[in-house]
């Protein structure tokens, strides 16, 4: 009669294996970011976004020096389904490629797995993102503005400048930028 055999199984616990690439960018931290005087607000930044995405090696059982492209295409993706803006995307993108910078100039890896992986292109209209004021906001204004006889005005370059409350009222007869 066979004998049946039980064998216990344990599960493996991954070890993230980062000291030296932490090492290699504390020195480019500290040396070469903004030549060796960055802000600690910058160094702040960068910190917190490798720490994140070396949790994220971890728990997706990634070693960082041996991460391939497709790997930072789906944290890309990750990084996308937990709702950050492309201009954030952009930054933590930039972060872990200066930080792979650092192992590939300290002869820790051959290529940066991050040259090519863009952050995404921001979705939707940009007119989307234009605001006006609608007709009541300008009426307010307006009212509050013919109670002195200047005023500041928003100019479509983004600087402001002084001018007469008659230039609000010539504004508003014309109707540019005011109201839908």
């Not at 004998?3 to 344990?10: A, E, F, G, M, N």
């Not at 863009?118 to 307010?140: H, V």
Request: a positive charge.
């Amino acid at each position: 009669m066979d004998r049946l055999t039980t064998t216990s199984t344990t599960a493996t616990t991954f070890v993230l294996d980062a000291n030296e690439l932490i090492r290699v960018f504390t020195n480019f931290l500290q040396f070469d970011v903004a030549s060796g005087g960055a802000s600690a607000e910058t160094i702040r930044t960068y910190w917190c976004e490798v720490r994140q995405y070396l949790l994220w090696c971890r728990v997706n059982q990634l070693q960082p020096l041996t991460v391939t492209r497709d790997a930072i295409k789906i944290y890309r993706y990750y990084l996308v389904e937990q709702k950050y803006q492309p201009a954030t995307i952009s930054l933590k993108l930039t972060t872990i490629s200066r930080m792979y910078d650092a192992a590939m100039e300290y002869g820790l890896i051959s290529q940066n797995p991050v040259w090519g992986v863009k952050a995404p292109k921001r979705r939707g209209d940009p007119a989307d993102s234009i605001t006006y004021l609608t007709a009541a906001e300008a009426e307010t204004l307006l009212q509050d503005v013919s109670h002195s006889k200047w005023g500041i005005v928003a100019t479509s370059s983004g600087f402001t400048r002084s001018c007469r409350s008659q230039d609000y009222s010539d504004l508003y007869a014309c109707g540019r930028s005011v109201g839908q």
